[in-house]
């Protein structure tokens, strides 16, 4: 009929739809017939695009990461116990606050652990911001880094000025601790009371080698904070036990400076204030990142998707434009 609009009109890409295809339903023959015409740009899309991501993947170093399995020492809990008690009488006789004392020692190791101060003065003591920031791989055959020059100069181990801001390319503290928390995760296992830390680095040794570090660090800075804390209270105790007349006071005060002063000596004999270490960090022989075959099929499949549903609804749209 004259109304009707020549079926060339309809062809794409040198395939036109069957006379089935020119009513108002479509069967599934048509869209087979018509995909099966399509199979180049269903199939060589998905290939180039699986191809790129596959290269693209490439400019991603390995990363490999170290864990370690950690359980609160006993001189945590010592701590934990001692230091409610003083709260206790510090809010009755010398009038300190006792809320922070009932906060889990293990919570406040924690808390202390990626806290903001302490992560930036890991970083900054042992110099780690360079080769977490300024390093694009790592060299297993020569057991280096291999640096970004435009931001690091290893040779002169200083950052690079960038000549229109006149501002070096070390991130600022923000940005570092941000970083180092994307690299590090600290868990506490509520079951059994055991923490889990892992590390992740280009390098397997490095790694292993900055969770080391990690455990160590905290002890010390544990030890260092009940430390300050216990002298502080020591000293309190004291003033008020120079001003207290009441023979039960000060009996009960210098119990107090007693249990400090042991406090104090047990710090200095222990290496492990906060956490003993139950399984040491290992060193990761398999990477833990990027997986790459599973990126690159996982491409492949949406991009197919994707073109596949593209030529859905292109079918149904140029049979919805023959019916208009």
Partial sequence: ???????????????????????????????????????PILIG?????????????????NQYKSKALLAPSDELFEVGTSQSG?????????GLGGGATSVDPVDRAMAMLESRKFIIDFLE????????????????????????DALYDSEEAKWVLDSSSKEG????????????????SAEKQFETGLVSMAFEHISPERSQEILVLLVKEINSEFAQDITERSKSKIIAFRETLSEETSREVRSAIAASIV????????????????????????YPDEKSGPFRKIIVVLSVFFSG????????????????????
């Fill in 259 to 282: 249990s400090e002063l042991q406090r104090l000596a047990m710090i200095e004999q222990s290496e492990n204030v906060a956490f003993e270490v139950i399984d040491p960090p290992n």
């Fill in 1 to 39: 009929m004259g109304s009707e609009m020549p079926t060339e009109s309809f062809s794409y890409h040198g395939v036109r739809p069957s006379r089935e295809m020119q009513g108002s339903d479509l069967s599934l023959f048509d869209i087979l017939r018509y995909l099966i015409g399509k199979w």
């Fill in 305 to 324: 998707a994707i073109v596949f549903i593209f030529f859905i609804i292109r079918i149904f749209l140029l049979d919805n434009k023959r019916n208009i």
């Fill in 125 to 148: 003591s042992h110099n780690l911001l360079p080769e977490l920031v300024a390093t694009e791989a790592w060299s297993e055959d020569r057991k280096a880094y291999v640096w970004n």
């Fill in 86 to 94: 003083a709260g206790l009488l510090g809010s009755k006789i010398l």
């Fill in 169 to 184: 390319a070390k991130p600022n503290n923000s940005e570092a601790y941000r970083l180092f928390l994307s690299k590090f």
């Fill in 45 to 61: 899309v998905p290939l180039v695009i699986g191809a790129l991501t596959a290269g693209i993947t490439l400019l991603f170093p």
